[in-house]
T-cell receptor
Framework: DTEVTQTPKHLVMGMTNKKSLKCEQH?????MYWYKQKAKKPPELMFVYSYEKLSINESVPSRFSPECPNSSLLNLHLHALQPEDSALYLCASSKGQVTSGANVLTFGAGSRLTVL | AQSVTQLGSHVSVSEGALVLLRCNYS??????LFWYVQYPNQGLQLLLK??????LVKGINGFEAEFKKSETSFHLTKPSAHMSDAAEYFCAVSSYMFSGGYNKLIFGAGTRLAVHP
């Protein structure tokens, strides 16, 4: 299995809703990432988990809450979002256990989020 | 600090023509360089990567890139464009963050490739 699977593909939510994005990989990767991508822009790093522990939070607002229940799963919990949070959310994973810049990040297909 | 510059936010070619997408990098250490492609409403897919060794790197879908240290460039080429090549292309430089146990990817701004009949 060489894929990163993200669900749902599309999500529409109101500003008072609570929802979650899910990401799963079975490649034995120990680093997992959340990126946010606005239209016509490159992905922006939000969070990184390494060995199920949060390594990086790129000053993301607290209305985004990541969770890594085990080495294969990564969630992003959403609460009280704003319309400007509408974007494509990408999950990725890599061999965090291999200390090389050559490690490839494998991306999922993304979850398209619309906040009304 | 590392950085990537992609020259040309939009490139338009005819079907069958040469594709050339430009990428220049800045790095104080030997770089690890990547090209990713993103089709509409999809995630990023790895096209190819340069680590060490051979400077001409072949990737998927007929793409290749040449690492030129003297020019700090890693341009992406394809001899003959196909309609299905229309997509967004991102060049990136990677480094391993020992303190965090992950890879940091620095992306260029992207180049949108249009292919017309």
């Amino acid at each position: 299995d060489t894929e990163v699977t993200q669900t749902p593909k599309h999500l529409v939510m109101g500003m008072t809703n609570k929802k979650s994005l899910k990401c799963e990989q079975h490649m034995g990767h120990r680093a997992m990432y959340w990126y946010k991508q606005k239209a016509k822009k490159p992905p922006e790093l939000m969070f990184v988990y390494s060995y199920e522990k949060l390594s990086i939070n790129e000053s993301v607002p607290s209305r985004f809450s990541p969770e890594c229940p085990n080495s294969s799963l990564l969630n992003l919990h959403l609460h009280a979002l704003q319309p400007e949070d509408s974007a494509l959310y990408l999950c990725a994973s890599s061999k965090g256990q291999v200390t090389s810049g050559a490690n490839v990040l494998t991306f999922g297909a993304g979850s398209r989020l619309t906040v009304l | 600090a590392q950085s990537v510059t992609q020259l040309g936010s939009h490139v338009s070619v005819s079907e069958g023509a040469l594709v050339l997408l430009r990428c220049n990098y800045s790095s104080s250490v030997p770089p690890y360089l990547f090209w990713y492609v993103q089709y509409p409403n999809q995630g990023l897919q790895l096209l190819l990567k340069y680590t060490t060794g051979a400077t001409l790197v072949k990737g998927i879908n007929g793409f290749e890139a040449e690492f030129k240290k003297s020019e700090t460039s890693f341009h992406l080429t394809k001899p003959s464009a196909h309609m299905s090549d229309a997509a967004e292309y991102f060049c990136a430089v990677s480094s391993y963050m020992f303190s965090g146990g992950y890879n940091k990817l620095i992306f260029g701004a992207g180049t949108r490739l249009a292919v017309h009949p």
